[in-house]
């Protein structure tokens, strides 16, 4: 029997085959460790049929590789059981095509969210996605780890945008699924299959998606509450009557809290907006702490601070809860019990029933994550570990509870990658 071949086997004969396009430099290798696990090198296409090239050298060397963009994510998901190659697309950077007309673009799949936001700008447009970190999230990273932020409640989330992709297969093969413009896009939506799926499914090489006009006006306000609950309350009392691009809760172990709203479109419209948020936070007895156009310097900060929370510090915890938005009150309350004992911060969306809690990666952590759990089962939550210390690498488990569809996925999973050549490991259940 043949023994599999080793990380750096499987390394040196992708090099051979792809020659300067590979880069084993030590240097290199370690600025793409993911889970605490790194690979034996770096391959860095300059278009997709490099980038083909490069996973068909790593299937037929029996290896495995992880699909990357510009690392702004990788903590999230499991560590890799196998990691040979890192595969990343951040010199695919080119806007394939755009049509503002059709309110589409195509883009390559190392272009950022922030050079595409530009792009968009100077023609009125925008991509409506508030993504963590958009200046090192590329836009193949934005699909394949699915990172919607809070416009997601009336604008949509990632899926909602994408229109097609290209993609290489786990053989090296390129494909092609949905289209360039929206009436063009029909059938089984298999495109949709790699929103999420960390690199599991297929490498990305571009995408198209759907854009929006940039609204004419947009508006920020801040308002204090006094418990979590007022707090919780005014955000869905907001969101769910008065039509607002975006609404989050920030707090902390303490019971007090702060709702951030974001307001946009016609300027008159918002103009009246406004004055009904004013009005909901007068009778939930919170104060308005900030009150400005959305381009003020406090006003940005404070929608930074929500967009970026998955951004935490090198040490730190983050920890997703969803749950049906009549739960989210109780649930937080029970959050913040936990986080008690860990100085942690929260952070909620009370229209799509999502918080997000980070607390430092100590001593206490581990239990603090049990009661999390805990939580979860006993409000019928859902738990994602979004990030977390390498050292808990083989015994955390980053979904709880497992889907009922897991079974499903995993036949999904070998059917498109039987060698297990993409990023075997990294996904639910350990896919």
Same mark, same amino acid.
């Given at each position: 029997?043949?023994?599999?071949?080793? /990380?750096?086997?499987?390394?040196?004969?992708?090099?051979?085959?792809?020659?300067?396009?590979?880069?084993?430099?030590?240097?290199?290798?370690?600025?793409?460790?993911?889970?605490?696990?790194?690979?034996?090198?770096?391959?860095?296409?300059?278009?997709?049929?490099?980038?083909?090239?490069?996973? +068909?050298?790593?299937?037929?060397?029996?290896?495995?590789? !992880?699909?990357?963009?510009? $690392?702004?994510?990788?903590?999230?998901?499991?560590?890799?059981?196998?990691?040979? %190659?890192?595969?990343?697309?951040?010199?695919?950077?080119?806007?394939?095509?755009?049509? /503002?007309?059709?309110?589409?673009?195509?883009?390559?799949? +190392?272009?950022?969210?922030?050079?595409?936001?530009?792009?968009?700008?100077?023609?009125?447009?925008?991509?409506?996605?508030?993504? /963590?970190?958009?200046?090192?999230?590329?836009?193949?990273?934005?699909?394949?780890?699915?990172?919607?932020?809070?416009?997601?409640?009336?604008? $949509?989330?990632?899926?909602?945008? %994408?229109?097609?992709?290209?993609?290489?297969?786990?053989?090296?093969?390129?494909?092609?699924?949905?289209?360039?413009?929206?009436?063009? !896009?029909?059938?089984?939506?298999?495109?949709?299959?790699?929103?999420?799926?960390?690199?599991?499914?297929?490498?990305?090489?571009?995408?198209?998606?759907?854009?929006?006009?940039?609204?004419?006006?947009?508006?920020?306000?801040?308002?204090?509450?006094?418990?979590?609950?007022?707090?919780? $309350?005014?955000?869905?009392?907001?969101?769910?009557?008065?039509?607002?691009?975006?609404?989050? !809760?920030?707090? $902390?172990?303490?019971?007090?809290?702060?709702?951030?709203?974001?307001?946009?479109?016609?300027?008159?419209?918002?103009?009246?907006?406004?004055?009904?948020?004013?009005?909901?936070?007068?009778?939930?007895?919170?104060?308005?702490?900030?009150?400005?156009?959305?381009?003020?310097?406090?006003?940005?900060?404070?929608?930074?601070?929500?967009?970026?929370?998955?951004?935490?510090?090198?040490?730190?915890?983050?920890?997703?809860?969803?749950?049906? /938005?009549?739960?989210?009150?109780?649930? !937080?309350?029970?959050?913040?019990?936990?986080?008690?004992?860990?100085?942690?911060?929260?952070?909620?969306?009370?229209?799509?029933?999502?918080?997000?809690?980070?607390?430092?990666?100590?001593?206490?952590?581990?239990?603090?994550?049990?009661?999390?759990?805990?939580?979860?089962?006993?409000?019928?939550?859902?738990?994602?570990?979004?990030?977390?210390?390498?050292?808990?690498?083989?015994?955390?488990?980053?979904?709880?509870?497992?889907?009922?569809?897991?079974?499903?996925?995993?036949?999904?999973?070998?059917?498109?990658?039987?060698?297990?050549?993409?990023?075997?490991?990294?996904?639910?259940?350990?896919?």
């Amino acid at each position: 029997m043949t023994a599999d071949p080793t /990380p750096q086997d499987a390394a040196a004969a992708v090099a051979a085959r792809l020659g300067a396009a590979a880069d084993a430099a030590h240097q290199a290798c370690a600025a793409w460790i993911v889970g605490g696990v790194g690979p034996a090198l770096v391959v860095r296409p300059a278009d997709g049929a490099e980038l083909a090239a490069a996973v +068909g050298a790593v299937a037929a060397a029996g290896g495995a590789l !992880v699909p990357l963009g510009r $690392g702004a994510h990788r903590d999230y998901g499991h560590a890799p059981r196998r990691y040979d %190659v890192a595969l990343v697309v951040d010199r695919l950077t080119r806007i394939l095509e755009y049509e /503002p007309a059709d309110m589409t673009v195509s883009v390559a799949a +190392g272009v950022t969210v922030s050079e595409l936001a530009a792009v968009l700008a100077r023609e009125g447009q925008w991509l409506a996605i508030d993504t /963590p970190l958009p200046a090192a999230t590329t836009i193949g990273g934005l699909v394949a780890a699915d990172r919607s932020g809070w416009l997601a409640a009336s604008l $949509g989330r990632v899926r909602d945008a %994408v229109i097609g992709i290209g993609a290489v297969t786990a053989d090296g093969v390129r494909v092609r699924a949905g289209g360039r413009v929206v009436k063009n !896009v029909a059938g089984y939506d298999l495109m949709k299959l790699a929103v999420g799926s960390l690199g599991t499914l297929a490498v990305l090489t571009d995408v198209t998606l759907k854009v929006r006009p940039l609204p004419e006006r947009q508006h920020g306000l801040v308002l204090g509450a006094d418990t979590v609950a007022a707090a919780l $309350g005014l955000g869905a009392a907001i969101e769910g009557g008065l039509g607002v691009a975006a609404t989050g !809760v920030i707090g $902390g172990a303490a019971d007090a809290a702060a709702v951030v709203v974001r307001l946009g479109g016609v300027a008159a419209d918002v103009g009246v907006r406004r004055a009904r948020v004013r009005e909901l936070a007068r009778r939930y007895g919170a104060t308005v702490q900030l009150d400005a156009d959305a381009a003020a310097p406090d006003v940005d900060a404070s929608f930074v601070a929500v967009r970026d929370f998955a951004a935490s510090a090198a040490g730190e915890m983050v920890v997703r809860l969803a749950c049906l /938005p009549t739960r989210l009150a109780t649930v !937080v309350t029970a959050a913040t019990a936990a986080l008690a004992r860990v100085d942690g911060t929260w952070q909620a969306d009370p229209h799509r029933g999502v918080a997000y809690l980070a607390f430092t990666a100590g001593g206490a952590a581990t239990a603090a994550l049990g009661d999390l759990a805990r939580t979860a089962d006993a409000h019928g939550a859902h738990l994602v570990v979004e990030r977390w210390p390498p050292a808990l690498a083989s015994r955390i488990q980053v979904w709880h509870p497992l889907p009922p569809a897991l079974a499903l996925m995993r036949r999904m999973k070998s059917a498109l990658d039987p060698a297990g050549v993409l990023a075997p490991g990294r996904f639910v259940g350990r896919i």
